[in-house]
């Protein structure tokens, strides 16, 4: 069975610190890619940044890195500098590559306090 | 391109009502999926396509139906709507699977409410 679990329903983080959000999955496929989504208080989902399971490396979009624990199935996001405009849902989801389904944790809402 | 459309944005059923749900993609994708969000449950995975005339099932399937005539459109059928149906929904699309990146790109949403 494939799962992932948000441990943090809601966070706070004052404006300009870092912030990480947890996520760990469980999936028994050797090779998967990780993502990670934003959902703003309008409701659209913003692909933020992925990981492939075989990556050597850590994956970074911007302000956003993804820190990929494999051996702990663990894939936290850490957002730098954070901004008033990163409050908002953040979802992680998994693909194991055997199959077509993605797979959501619950979200965790971030709110940034100026 | 528009990227992925749904229609309607907004929709007030009473029990016992259908509808239909449509996605919409021009970027021509292969595959598509339905996913309803409920507070506290992430996405869940409604169903699936992977490709013009296929569909498959995804978590939580009971209660509605899907169709994948044309590679561009999914339609997501709810043939008695019951309250336990409310809910936001969301499309997904993408190209093509396989062992890299390819994120889903996601429709704007239909927020869906049975009385």
């Known amino acids: 069975a494939q799962k992932i679990t948000q441990t943090q329903p809601g966070m706070f983080v004052q404006e300009k610190e870092a912030v990480t959000l947890d996520c760990t999955y469980d999936?028994?496929?050797?090779?998967?890619?990780l993502f990670w989504y934003k959902q703003p208080s309008s409701g659209e989902m913003i692909f933020l940044i992925y990981q492939g399971s075989y990556d050597e490396q850590n994956a970074t979009e911007g302000r956003y890195s993804l820190n990929f624990q494999k051996a702990r199935k663990s894939a936290n996001l850490v957002i730098s500098a954070s901004q008033l405009g990163d409050s908002a849902m953040y979802f992680c989801a998994m693909r194991p590559f055997t199959g077509n389904q993605f797979y959501f944790g619950t979200g965790t809402s971030l709110t940034v306090i100026p | 391109n528009a990227g992925v459309t749904q229609t309607p944005k907004f929709r007030v059923l009473k029990t016992g009502q259908s509808m239909t749900l449509l996605c919409a993609q021009d970027?021509?994708?292969?595959?598509m999926y339905w996913y309803r969000q409920d507070p506290g449950m992430g996405l869940r995975l409604i169903h699936y396509s992977v490709g013009e005339g296929t569909t498959a099932k995804g978590e939580v399937p009971d209660g509605y139906n899907v169709s994948r005539l044309k590679k561009q459109n999914f339609l997501l059928g709810l043939e008695s709507a019951a309250p336990s149906q409310t809910s936001v929904y969301f499309c997904a699309s993408l190209p093509s699977l396989g062992q890299a990146r390819n994120e889903q790109f996601f429709g704007p949403g239909t927020r869906l409410t049975v009385l």
């Open positions: 999936t028994s496929d050797q090779s998967y890619g």
């Open positions: 970027m021509n994708h292969e595959y």
